[in-house]
């Protein structure tokens, strides 16, 4: 069985601060892996994903994630905060050869200050 | 171009009651699927469209509850006898084929008095 663990709830930082949000993950086989971001009354939006291409991946407003296969780890982040990045990050696995389901981590709710 | 579509995208009804909630997934898109996402949580898997049959539902909780695709586009997910524990945020995703990425609707809020 696949899972996430995104550890915490809630993270906060300055404006231009550095945004690091945490996914650990447990797969019996190569995964598929997605970071998802939620704004208020909204559905979910792709921001990357990750399928055992490269290892560094880029998304949209300039998100990033790594795969780091020896610590099962595909943690988020953003050099520089913006205050439009103040959402609900989810992080995501998929198993790739069986069923298309998402299983998804309970979410990151991201504050940023101004 | 226009992208997943929910209606309605809140009802609110009694213990009890039946109710369906209804899926519009982008056009051409054979992958369609339904998530449950209760307060403070990620979403939860419920079923799995590859095209009109359910490949995977393995996620819907019990036999109250019960997905159709009849056509291969519009997805009705169905809810009968309401309990006050259905109430959640449902999501719907649709993507153009296998191992593509899914693309979400807004999610219907039910809520069950």
């Known amino acids: 069985a696949q899972s996430v663990t995104q550890l915490g709830s809630h993270v906060s930082v300055s404006e231009g601060a550095l945004v690091l949000l945490r996914c650990n993950y447990s797969?019996?086989?190569?995964?598929?892996l997605f970071w998802y971001v939620q704004y208020p009354n909204q559905g979910l939006q792709l921001l990357l994903k990750?399928?055992?291409?490269?290892?560094l991946v880029k998304g949209i407003n300039g998100f990033e994630a790594e795969f780091k296969k020896s610590e099962t780890s595909f943690h988020l982040t953003k050099p520089s905060a913006h205050m439009s990045d103040a959402a609900e990050y989810f992080c995501a696995v998929s198993d790739p050869g069986g069923s298309e389901k998402l299983v998804f981590g309970k979410g990151m709710k991201l504050t940023v200050n101004p | 171009g226009a992208g997943v579509s929910q209606t309605p995208s809140n009802k609110v009804t009694e213990k009890g009651k039946y109710v369906e909630l209804r899926c519009d997934p982008i056009?051409?898109?054979?992958?369609l699927y339904w998530y449950r996402q209760s307060l403070g949580q990620g979403p939860e898997f419920l079923i799995y469209f590859q095209g009109t049959g359910a490949a995977d539902d393995s996620g819907l909780p019990n036999d109250r509850f019960f997905a159709v695709r009849p056509e291969g586009s519009v997805s009705t997910l169905k809810i009968q006898r309401t309990e006050r524990g259905d109430s959640a945020v449902y999501l719907c995703?649709?993507?153009?084929?296998?191992?593509?990425?899914?693309?979400f609707g807004d999610g219907t809020r039910l809520s069950i008095l």
């Open positions: 797969s019996s086989v190569p995964p598929y």
């Open positions: 990750y399928t055992s291409a490269a290892t």
């Open positions: 995703a649709s993507s153009q084929t296998r191992n593509q990425p899914q693309h």
């Open positions: 056009s051409g898109h054979t992958a």
